[in-house]
């Protein structure tokens, strides 16, 4: 008794607060001392624990009268008064928790303004060409090649000839438009441009709803030397807008020729398949290079269909007029080796932007790029929510006490659910205000990841308001109707004797801290192979040197043998310049014989120096060389791949029976060396088969030009110099060999660093939430550790006592979530040709960093309860 005299209980604290928030402060003068002095007297009789609770009782007793007061004082509306009188407690709660709400508050905006920008890229996608008014009935034409073994090859090009010879036999299609992009020199006032254009047909505009400023939209492409403007490139050729009848001089096949301007445009939407700065007349194209064949395809071909045609059908018809139209060039392709079939199709204009089946669509683009963010989206999304939850009923024992009165006043059930729903939508529109600032923040990070220009204007779409106000609703009522009925339901007894436990057996909250760090887990393991991956694409060997070397593209207007080997000595002397080889422009693929085989191989036309140049071994047999003069028509060197498929032990003096080069007939080909397989293509590709060929018949292009590391800016100056003095009406223009090669990986770049920022943001709202709910915890455990320390126990085992059932949740959660991220994993590298191995150790890396993560949040918390006076903890109310 001596020591309750030194040291008096204190009564409730919040039982006193409770009184302040219902009474006049002149009344609470009045009856608060004489509460407190019967509780010390009580204390004296009964002891300290039913003294509590008659204090409670006298409390409640007093308050009773003022709460049926403010309950009979209705305001006129009460709809009304009981929006008024839930956000006021609402905000009061807020105010008071300014930790746990600037928790929830924080975690759920980053997930909702992860949705924003999700939707805006989503919306951005589905949307693409959309904005024509005859979509519905425009049809793109797509070629199908089926090879001997079975393996389908699908483009959606075509060659000049299928567009005029189907409108005019189906019909069914009412029009046809043919487009090719392509780079070209532009000469205006003496300076020189290069630039890139669209050759389109005449109907592009009536097919087609790009806007027209000025100019007839019946004939604005029908004069062969027309030239359609956007508004941009006539500013920029012009200074004006107003460049009707103005002139531009363009470079075709290697002549300048005047175009005139005939129409000006508004810039095609950055949503279009079709974009343009320039458009020329497609029937100069088809005068100066007329093409019935109909198998070298390179034209995007779009038609437009009746309505209400069956497609099936037209697809039939088109199938009839190509075995009928192409049979002497069917009978060529089968004589020269070629074994496969050509069908063809339609497929919507609408779809093509995000169907990657077709080769040779403009700005496609993988689906699976939408379903990677939307899914991580509602991963993070989710992660909010749950944080939310947790958080919500783990803070909601401290207003046990509270609800426990507000029962005992005859508050129902329901009310409870609507105050504590009313609280969730208040916290969330706080949270969606907050999210649409940081989105408009992180966009143009966002922009530069995803190769966009998107805009917060795009919200201001009716669907997308819809569904922005669908996904408030769900998440303020998924958010906070588990909390509000947990807490409505809280025994009112229980609640004030404080005899409300959080963790203990609830089951739900700790399968939602499961699911939360399975989610976050499953992208830390996605991020660390992700990362593996690329640096694996981009460290590894190729092959050769691609270093310090650059490619160097020829006009193909001056692609002369002779004038590439002269421009190839010149080039030679240049001080800085160390070696330099010529090849052929693009890759060639065909049928060959070799070894009783016959099987697809890459020609490629090279001289003896392209291995040095490029530093790849000869790893059997020997190089061209110009001490044997036979090598141009009797030798070839081959890779190690073509020596694989032909199944040879040693290949040299061994003959290719066939290859599939015009006017080569039946002749055999001598090998001399093997070449060490290279990576010529993105190690997405397999290396295929390829024979090298000294032929100088066939044509050259361009040149792989290897200079000394030291003085490269100089070197390039001189390079442009000799360029332009040979071909004054040309541009120089050049890549770095290394950095084409990075470019090839540049979505997947772009994903490491979406994937890595995402893994972030869900490890770091599942760290603030874990943050929280052991910070509750920890409070609500305050006497227990109090208890522990004075008994002998050392903080660290008070920071494991606190930690324990946290740290087993995040055990379960990887558990769980390692079969799902291995098998994700290993089928997102079965799209490389070339991929890492999936090794055990990145797994338990990413796990126990995770651990390390959650345990460094908890033991934060940990060691400051740990770390309390054991004195003030047990006197604590």
Same mark, same amino acid.
């Given at each position: 008794?001596?020591?309750?005299?030194?040291?008096?209980?204190?009564?409730?604290?919040?039982?006193?607060? $409770?009184?302040?928030?219902?009474?006049?402060?002149?009344?609470?003068?009045?009856?608060?001392?004489?509460?407190?002095?019967?509780?010390?007297?009580?204390?004296?009789?009964?002891?300290?624990?039913?003294?509590?609770?008659?204090?409670?009782?006298?409390?409640?007793?007093?308050?009773?009268?003022?709460?049926?007061? /403010?309950?009979?004082?209705?305001?006129?509306?009460?709809?009304?008064?009981?929006?008024?009188?839930?956000?006021?407690?609402?905000?009061?709660?807020?105010? /008071?928790?300014?930790?746990?709400?600037?928790?929830?508050?924080?975690?759920?905006?980053?997930?909702?303004?992860?949705?924003?920008?999700?939707?805006?890229?989503?919306?951005?996608?589905?949307? &693409?060409?959309?904005?024509?008014?005859?979509?519905?009935?425009?049809?793109?034409?797509?070629?199908?090649?089926?090879?001997?073994?079975?393996?389908?090859?699908?483009?959606?090009?075509?060659?000049?000839?299928?567009?005029?010879? $189907?409108?005019?036999?189906? @019909?069914?299609?009412?029009?046809?438009?043919?487009?090719?992009?392509?780079?070209?020199?532009?000469?205006?006032?003496?300076?020189?441009?290069?630039?890139?254009?669209?050759?389109?047909?005449?109907?592009?505009?009536? +097919?087609?709803?790009?806007?027209?400023?000025?100019?007839?939209?019946?004939?604005?492409?029908?004069?062969?030397?027309?030239?359609?403007?956007?508004?941009?490139? =006539?500013?920029? %050729?012009?200074?004006?807008?107003?460049?009707?009848?103005?002139?531009?001089?363009?470079?075709?096949?290697?002549?300048?020729?005047?175009?005139?301007?005939?129409?000006?445009?508004?810039?095609?939407?950055?949503?279009?398949?079709?974009? %343009?700065?320039?458009?020329?007349?497609?029937?100069?194209?088809?005068?100066?290079? @007329?093409?019935?064949?109909?198998?070298?395809?390179?034209?995007?071909? &779009?038609?437009?269909?009746?309505?209400?045609?069956?497609?099936?059908?037209?697809?039939?018809?088109?199938?009839?007029?190509?075995?009928?139209?192409?049979?002497?060039?069917?009978?060529?392709?089968?004589?020269?080796?070629?074994?496969?079939?050509?069908?063809?199709?339609?497929?919507?204009?609408?779809?093509?932007?995000?169907?990657?089946?077709?080769?040779?669509?403009?700005?496609?683009?993988?689906?699976?790029?939408?379903?990677?963010?939307?899914?991580?989206?509602?991963?993070?999304?989710?992660?909010?929510?749950?944080?939310?939850?947790?958080?919500?009923?783990?803070?909601?024992?401290?207003?046990?006490?509270?609800?426990?009165?507000?029962?005992?006043?005859?508050?129902?059930?329901?009310?409870?659910? /609507?105050?504590?729903?009313?609280?969730?939508?208040?916290?969330?529109?706080?949270?969606?205000?907050?999210?649409?600032?940081? =989105?408009?923040?992180?966009?143009?990070?966002?922009?530069?990841?995803?190769?966009?220009?998107?805009?917060?204007?795009?919200?201001?779409?009716?669907?997308?308001?819809?569904?922005?106000?669908?996904?408030?609703?769900?998440?303020?009522?998924?958010?906070?109707? &588990?909390?509000?009925?947990?807490?409505?339901?809280?025994? @009112?007894?229980?609640?004030?004797?404080?005899?409300?436990?959080?963790?203990?057996?609830?089951?739900?909250?700790? !399968?939602?801290?499961?699911?939360?760090?399975?989610?976050?887990?499953?992208?830390?393991?996605?991020?660390?192979?992700?990362?593996?991956?690329?640096? &694996?694409?981009?460290?590894?060997?190729?092959?050769?040197?691609? /270093?310090?070397?650059?490619?160097?593209?020829?006009?193909?207007?001056?692609?002369?043998?002779?004038?590439?080997?002269?421009?190839?000595?010149?080039?030679?002397?240049?001080?800085?310049?160390?070696?330099?080889?010529?090849?052929?422009?693009?890759?060639?693929?065909?049928?060959?014989?070799?070894?009783?085989?016959?099987?697809?191989?890459?020609?490629?036309?090279?001289?003896?120096?392209?291995?040095?140049?490029?530093?790849?071994?000869?790893?059997?047999?020997?190089?061209?060389?110009?001490?044997?003069?036979?090598?141009?028509?009797? !030798?070839?060197?081959?890779?190690?791949?073509?020596?694989?498929?032909?199944?040879?032990?040693?290949?040299?003096?061994?003959? +290719?029976?066939?290859?599939?080069?015009?006017?080569?007939?039946?002749?055999?080909?001598?090998?001399?060396?093997?070449?060490?397989?290279?990576?010529?293509?993105?190690?997405?590709?397999?290396?295929?088969?390829?024979?090298?060929?000294?032929?100088?018949?066939?044509?050259?292009?361009?040149?792989?030009?290897?200079?000394?590391?030291?003085?490269?800016?100089?070197?390039?100056?001189?390079?442009?110099?000799?360029?332009?003095?040979? %071909?004054?009406?040309?541009?120089?223009?050049?890549?770095?060999?290394?950095?084409?090669?990075?470019?090839?990986?540049?979505?997947?770049?772009?994903?490491?660093?979406?994937?890595?920022?995402?893994?972030?943001?869900?490890?770091?709202?599942?760290?603030?939430?874990? $943050?929280?709910?052991?910070?509750?915890?920890?409070?609500?455990?305050?006497?227990?550790?109090?208890?522990?320390?004075?008994?002998?126990?050392?903080?660290?085992?008070?920071?494991?006592?606190?930690?324990?059932?946290?740290?087993?949740?995040?055990?379960?959660?990887?558990?769980?979530?390692?079969?799902?991220?291995?098998?994700?994993?290993?089928?997102?590298?079965?799209?490389?040709?070339?991929?890492?191995?999936?090794?055990?150790?990145?797994?338990?890396?990413?796990?126990?960093?995770?651990?390390?993560?959650?345990?460094?949040?908890? !033991?934060?918390?940990?060691?400051?309860?740990?770390?309390?006076?054991?004195?003030?903890?047990?006197?604590?109310?």
């Amino acid at each position: 008794m001596e020591n309750e005299n030194q040291f008096p209980p204190a009564p409730p604290r919040w039982a006193e607060n $409770f009184l302040r928030w219902y009474c006049a402060p002149h009344l609470l003068e009045e009856v608060a001392g004489d509460l407190q002095e019967e509780f010390y007297f009580n204390v004296k009789r009964f002891g300290k624990a039913k003294a509590r609770r008659e204090y409670i009782l006298d409390v409640i007793r007093f308050i009773k009268p003022f709460a049926i007061k /403010r309950r009979s004082s209705k305001p006129s509306n009460p709809t009304t008064g009981m929006i008024h009188h839930y956000t006021s407690i609402a905000l009061r709660n807020l105010s /008071r928790h300014k930790v746990f709400s600037a928790i929830n508050i924080t975690g759920l905006s980053l997930g909702l303004a992860c949705c924003v920008l999700i939707l805006l890229y989503t919306k951005d996608e589905v949307s &693409y060409d959309r904005f024509h008014s005859n979509i519905d009935n425009i049809y793109q034409l797509t070629c199908t090649r089926i090879e001997k073994d079975g393996k389908e090859e699908k483009f959606a090009i075509a060659a000049m000839v299928e567009g005029p010879a $189907f409108k005019k036999e189906v @019909p069914e299609i009412n029009e046809f438009v043919r487009v090719k992009r392509e780079s070209l020199t532009i000469k205006n006032n003496g300076e020189i441009f290069n630039e890139n254009i669209v050759w389109a047909d005449e109907n592009f505009f009536r +097919v087609f709803s790009f806007p027209i400023i000025s100019g007839d939209p019946k004939s604005i492409l029908t004069d062969l030397h027309s030239l359609v403007l956007t508004e941009e490139t =006539a500013l920029k %050729f012009f200074n004006t807008t107003d460049a009707l009848g103005r002139s531009l001089d363009i470079k075709v096949d290697g002549d300048f020729e005047t175009f005139i301007v005939s129409g000006i445009t508004s810039k095609p939407p950055l949503n279009s398949t079709i974009k %343009f700065d320039i458009l020329l007349s497609f029937n100069y194209l088809e005068e100066i290079h @007329p093409d019935n064949g109909w198998h070298w395809v390179s034209f995007p071909t &779009y038609f437009t269909i009746n309505p209400h045609s069956n497609i099936k059908t037209i697809s039939i018809k088109m199938e009839k007029v190509y075995r009928t139209q192409a049979t002497s060039e069917i009978d060529e392709m089968i004589q020269m080796g070629y074994g496969n079939t050509t069908s063809w199709g339609l497929q919507p204009f609408s779809n093509m932007h995000l169907n990657t089946d077709f080769k040779g669509t403009p700005e496609s683009s993988d689906p699976i790029y939408s379903y990677i963010l939307s899914g991580i989206a509602c991963f993070i999304l989710l992660i909010a929510c749950i944080n939310f939850i947790n958080l919500a009923v783990a803070q909601s024992l401290k207003r046990s006490k509270e609800i426990g009165i507000r029962k005992v006043m005859g508050g129902q059930r329901n009310q409870l659910i /609507r105050q504590f729903l009313c609280e969730s939508f208040l916290l969330c529109l706080i949270a969606f205000l907050l999210a649409i600032v940081m =989105a408009e923040i992180a966009l143009p990070l966002f922009n530069e990841l995803s190769n966009k220009q998107l805009n917060l204007l795009y919200l201001l779409d009716l669907k997308l308001v819809i569904g922005f106000t669908s996904l408030f609703f769900f998440t303020g009522f998924a958010a906070g109707v &588990y909390p509000a009925i947990v807490l409505s339901g809280f025994n @009112p007894a229980k609640s004030l004797y404080n005899r409300m436990k959080y963790m203990g057996k609830n089951y739900l909250a700790k !399968s939602l801290v499961v699911v939360q760090f399975a989610l976050a887990t499953f992208l830390i393991i996605a991020t660390l192979f992700i990362y593996q991956q690329f640096e &694996y694409m981009t460290k590894k060997n190729l092959g050769y040197n691609d /270093r310090n070397l650059i490619e160097l593209t020829i006009d193909k207007a001056i692609m002369d043998n002779d004038l590439m080997r002269t421009l190839k000595t010149e080039f030679s002397r240049i001080p800085g310049v160390e070696m330099v080889a010529p090849r052929n422009v693009g890759r060639f693929q065909g049928p060959t014989q070799a070894a009783g085989k016959e099987f697809q191989a890459i020609y490629e036309h090279v001289d003896e120096d392209f291995t040095p140049t490029l530093e790849i071994p000869v790893v059997t047999g020997r190089n061209f060389s110009k001490e044997y003069p036979s090598d141009p028509v009797n !030798s070839v060197l081959v890779n190690e791949a073509f020596v694989r498929e032909a199944g040879w032990g040693d290949p040299i003096g061994k003959t +290719v029976d066939h290859m599939n080069i015009p006017g080569w007939g039946e002749k055999k080909m001598t090998i001399v060396g093997v070449v060490k397989d290279h990576h010529f293509e993105s190690l997405k590709e397999k290396i295929k088969p390829e024979i090298f060929t000294y032929d100088p018949r066939l044509p050259l292009g361009k040149f792989l030009i290897r200079i000394k590391s030291d003085h490269i800016p100089e070197t390039l100056k001189s390079m442009e110099r000799l360029f332009l003095k040979m %071909f004054p009406y040309d541009s120089f223009q050049y890549s770095f060999k290394n950095e084409m090669n990075q470019n090839n990986y540049k979505a997947e770049n772009q994903w490491r660093q979406i994937i890595s920022i995402a893994a972030v943001l869900a490890i770091f709202i599942s760290c603030i939430g874990l $943050f929280g709910l052991t910070a509750l915890n920890a409070e609500r455990r305050t006497k227990e550790i109090g208890i522990r320390k004075v008994l002998g126990a050392s903080i660290t085992q008070i920071i494991g006592l606190i930690s324990k059932d946290f740290i087993k949740l995040i055990i379960i959660s990887f558990v769980i979530v390692l079969p799902v991220v291995w098998y994700s994993i290993d089928r997102w590298l079965r799209n490389f040709a070339y991929s890492i191995e999936i090794r055990l150790w990145v797994f338990v890396f990413a796990g126990m960093l995770a651990l390390l993560i959650a345990l460094l949040t908890i !033991s934060i918390q940990a060691l400051r309860a740990a770390m309390a006076n054991p004195i003030k903890s047990l006197r604590i109310e």
